[in-house]
């Protein structure tokens, strides 16, 4: 079964742990000095917020973490029927977390993740450079 991801940076950890806390009316699963994640079976959500220092906060990324090969599988297809540039990051270790992933990024801009969680890491770890992957999909007439 897939689960709707959402990925936001934050100022503050401590008061987006509380803030979020409140809101899901569930302390986060994963708790640490950067990072922290909620998954929740009401909404089917894996909700995860990272200090941003230095880098701008809001929504980060979307995606679909799925539990199988087999539904990455299928996701990634439906990626590359999209008909927009696909990154296929394979193997990688973000989030304190062991995955494999792809990425994506809607006509607007919007970047998505599919990605297959494999276990957990003693570190953040990192995300590819997806502006090449952002820039490719903005509209060429955008103003503002």
């Not at 979020?20 to 302390?27: E, H, V």
């Not at 909404?43 to 799925?66: D, K, M, T």
């Not at 969680?117 to 999909?137: N, R």
Request: proline share 6%; net charge negative.
């Amino acid at each position: 079964m897939k689960r709707f991801h959402v990925h936001v940076g934050v100022a503050d950890i401590d008061a987006s742990i509380a803030f979020y806390t409140g809101l899901f009316d569930a302390p986060p699963s994963v708790v640490k000095d950067d990072y922290a994640k909620w998954m929740l079976e009401d909404p089917r959500i894996n909700f995860a917020v990272s200090l941003r220092n230095g880098r701008p906060q809001g929504i980060e990324h979307v995606g679909l973490q799925v539990d199988s090969a087999a539904e990455l599988a299928e996701v990634q297809s439906r990626l590359v029927s999209a008909k927009a540039p696909v990154v296929n990051e394979g193997a990688a270790t973000c989030c304190y977390a062991k995955s494999r992933k792809s990425w994506i990024a809607d006509p607007d801009g919007v970047v998505w993740e599919a990605f297959l969680t494999e276990g957990s890491s003693t570190i953040y770890g990192d995300s590819p450079d997806l502006a090449a992957l952002v820039s490719a999909s903005a509209p060429a007439s955008a103003c503002c």
